[in-house]
Structure formats: C-alpha cells, structure tokens
C-alpha cells in the first residue's frame, strides 16, 4: 500500500540534527531541533554570503555537541528569500526540504490557540513539520530549465502588465471617447494607437473634415497599412460622440502616455518570445510536445518552465497535482457533494498556461474536440460535464498525454492517421 508520508520520513535519516530557517529580506531565524522534538537552540543570521557560511558551522557544531550523524535544513518558502539559501545549500550538497506556508501557518495556528507568531516559532514549526514528513519534495532548476523558468516568468509579468493598461485605456476611453470601441475592438491595434497618440479627443476630430482627419493620422504615424475603413467610421461617430467634454486635454495627455506604455511592452513580449522560442529549441523533450496540434512554442514553453523535466515524475498523476487541476470530493455525514471542482492547491502560473492551452486544442485540434464532445453530451447518469469542467479535463488530459510522450519519446499522432501532426 502506497504511503507518501511514509516515504517522505525514510529520506530523513535516522539521527540526523533538524534546522529550521524562516527566511527574511535582511535576517534569517534558525532553530535547531532533534528527532526527539527537543529544540536546542536558536539564533539569526545576516542573508549574505557571510551569514550562510555561519548557519552553517553553527548547525555543524550543534551536530557535533549533540552527537548526530548529519544535518538537515527546513525552509518556509512564504517569500522567494529562500531561493538563495535553498541554492547555496545545494552547491554545498546539504540536505534540504522546503516547507509549504499555507501547511505551516495552519499548524502554528492549531498548536498555539493565541494564534503567537514570531521568527523563531515558524522557524521551529518549519523543522516539525520536515520531522513528522509534511514538507515538499521540490527540485531547484538548473540549466536551461532555470533559465525558461525566468524568462516565462518574465512573460507573465508582461502579459498582466499589458491586460493592466488596456484595462485603464479602456476606462478612460469610456468617459472621453464611448464611440471608440465600437469602431476598434482592439484598442492597442496600430491604428487605434496612432489615433490615441495624435488626436484621442472626438470634439477635435469631429472639427476637421474626413479627408484632414485621415491625412493627419497618415503624416503623423508615417507607416503604411492604416485601416482607411475605420479611420472613417471613427470621423462618423465623433460627430455625435456623448464624450464628457471636461478635462478633455488632461486625459488625451494621460491617453498618449499610455500608448507609449503599450507600444514598448508590445516590443518586450516580442524580445522574450524570441528568448523562450530559443529556450524550447534546446530542449530535446520540447519537440514531442509541439508534435501536438493546437500547442505552440509560448505554451510549450509554459509547461516546461513550471514542470521542469518531465522524466523526473514518477506517473502523470504527480503533473496534475502539480497544476492544482485534480477534482477534489467532499463528504460528511455520508453525504457527497454533487461537484467535484478543482483542488487548486498546485502553481497558479502552471494552471493558467493549462487552461489556455485547452482552449487553444479545443479550437485547433479534432481530437480533442471531439473527446470533449462525448463528455459534454454523455447521459444523465454519467454526469455530463460543463463547460468549464470540459476546459479543466482537456487540460487534464493534456498533462497526460505530454507525459506519455516524453516518457515513450514518439511524436503525437491524430487518431486514424499514420502520419505524425506537426
């Protein structure tokens, strides 16, 4: 019978000196506890070079004075100063095991009904949660794995920041200028930029005529390619634009600070795309993944920079968990809930890859298609499932085939078909 606690205690040897650490931007707390739960002793030390190499000889020589065989550390992983500490242990070749804060906080809490916190009690925590096998069985990066890490990472920020503004543009095209997005429906397309940048204010366009208006947009963005149709429509519409013509010069000032900030964000998402298309290129398992119609080199990218070497699992069941995509059950009482939703206990930035993957295989791909199909349109009794539902079991079945793949090294082929999909 398989016991994954049980597993995590054998890879804590026997008589080896527990250390706690809850990491922090200037100090890092530390407490040393044996086998036995006994804690005996606690100290901080600086987050620098210095301040690692005194962790350390101070967890040395508590093992020595203590008569232990080893040393093993335990580090909340609440903010990401753990992540030089983690790396240094690993060049060093110190055991070590990260320890969830959301399990830590939840035990911290159950033990002391005052609800107490200070460093040294997480940090104490830390080291009973690795004593009793509650920690994470978590691999640091290397190679170019880190590097993908970082650069989608990178990827994600810019795609929030770009939703951030279009969100604010949008916002103050609503009071200025209601009329605007219902002639451009994407407001950060290049002609809509070059409006917004030159002349956002419908009282000022509906003062010229057509042919000044379009002319004036053609010499101030100096590029071809303008949409001449919309260009006209939008003339149209400012004659009778409901736009609140107070403050119209202060926010057509704010609107083209924006377009700015869209136009050099457009120019970043492209350096990193070519940086992660790189990325994937050098990795031999990314090419059975893009074997898969519907996935493409940012998705690719996506699920490798969160999942690492696909090798390194043991079934795909461990990918799943990891995205936070396994249906959950609740009972009490012998009563069942009737949904069974999503844990969403694994890497946000892994689900949110997932889910607009599924949606793009949904589009793109028969196969899928039609096995979502059958599973929105089974009977009554089978549970037909939604839409939603359908989106997180493609992503689900995605997650299994990408492991199949690597683990069998072929390329993905459509049902019925000899030749493999590109």
């Known amino acids: 019978m398989k016991n994954s606690t049980a597993r995590k205690l054998r890879q804590i040897p026997e008589g080896y000196l527990i250390v706690g650490v809850d990491p922090h931007k200037k100090r890092h707390a530390a407490v040393a506890m044996t086998g036995d739960a006994l804690v005996h002793c606690k100290f901080k030390v600086v987050n620098s070079g210095q301040g690692y190499e005194e962790l350390l000889e101070r967890a040395r020589a508590q093992m020595v004075a203590l008569g232990c065989r080893g040393v093993i550390f335990a580090i909340e992983t609440a903010s990401h100063f753990w992540r030089n500490l983690a790396y240094f242990l690993e060049e060093r070749g110190v055991p070590f095991r ?22 040294f009690r997480d940090a104490e925590v830390a080291a009973e949660l690795l004593r009793t096998g509650e920690f994470s069985e978590t691999r640091l990066p290397k190679g170019v794995y880190a590097e993908l890490r970082a650069a989608y990472n990178a990827y994600r920020r810019l795609v929030k920041e770009r939703a951030r503004w279009l969100n604010l543009l949008q916002g103050l095209l609503d009071g200025l200028f209601p009329e605007f997005c219902q002639v451009f429906k994407d407001p950060a397309g290049k002609t809509a930029l070059a409006v917004l940048s030159l002349c956002p204010v419908p009282g000022a366009i509906a003062r010229m005529t057509e042919e000044q208006f379009v002319g004036a947009i053609k010499d101030g963005y100096q590029r071809p390619r303008l949409k001449l149709t919309k260009l006209r429509a939008l003339h149209h519409v400012a004659q009778t634009s409901i736009g609140v013509r107070s403050g119209t010069q202060s926010v057509a000032v704010e609107l083209s600070l924006l377009v700015e900030r869209l136009r050099l964000n457009a120019k970043q998402v492209e350096k990193v795309e070519e940086l992660l298309i790189g990325l994937v290129e050098a990795i031999e398992d990314s090419h059975y993944l893009l074997s898969v119609r519907g996935l ?39 009563k069942r809930g009737s949904h069974t939703p999503m844990s969403k206990k694994g890497r946000p930035g892994l689900r949110w890859c997932i889910w607009t993957a599924a949606i793009s295989l949904l589009r793109h791909n028969p196969d899928f298609r039609s096995w979502a199909k059958k599973r929105r349109e089974r009977p009554t009794h089978a549970h037909p499932l939604k839409a939603r539902e359908v989106i997180g079991a493609v992503g689900n079945r995605l997650l299994r085939l990408a492991y199949g793949l690597v683990r069998k090294q072929t390329m993905y082929r459509m049902p019925g078909l000899a030749t493999a999909v590109a």
């Open 98 to 119: 990260l320890i969830n804060p959301f399990t830590l906080k939840r035990r911290r809490e159950g033990r002391d009904l005052n609800r107490a916190k200070n460093d």
């Open 296 to 334: 493409s080199y940012i998705t690719v990218a996506g699920l490798l920079a969160e999942l690492g070497p696909m090798r390194s699992y043991q079934n795909a069941k461990q990918l799943i968990k990891m995205a936070g995509t396994n249906p959950t059950e609740t009972e009490s009482a012998g």
